[in-house]
């Protein structure tokens, strides 16, 4: 079992930046895959960013790219969302989310086998 736990959320000026992390706990994340995802209020929860288990590969949903960076320290068995040029439309609660040796799919939000509890990020205009 992996517990993951987001934190870094909060209130944010549109053109800001935040860093989320999710501390992961129960195994080593150095076999995972590691995804981001979020929902905002009255939609379904997508896909924003996403790790290959070997973290030689990266993934982002198009909304995000070139802006949004994921990263991952193994020795401190955490992720990172580093959010830069925010906008109003990126407000959501994101979730981190983990999967063994997942190389593909990542965009499949039912394929992920563990998740926190989410963290707010608001935008404001």
């Known amino acids: 079992q992996v517990q993951l736990v987001e934190s870094g959320g909060g209130l944010v000026q549109a053109g800001g930046s935040l860093r989320l992390s999710c501390a992961a706990s129960?195994?080593?994340?150095?076999?995972?895959?590691m995804g981001w995802f979020r929902q905002a209020p009255g939609k379904e929860r997508e896909f924003v960013t996403a790790m290959h288990w070997s973290g030689l590969s990266t993934y982002y949903a198009e909304s995000v790219k070139g802006r949004f960076t994921i990263s991952k320290d193994n020795a401190k068995n955490t992720v990172y969302l580093q959010m830069n040029s925010l906008k109003p439309e990126d407000t959501a609660v994101y979730y981190c989310a983990a999967d063994r040796y997942r190389s593909s799919g990542f965009e499949q939000e039912d394929v992920w086998d563990y998740w926190g509890q989410g963290t707010q990020v608001t935008v404001s205009s």
């Open positions: 129960g195994h080593t994340i150095s076999s995972y895959a």
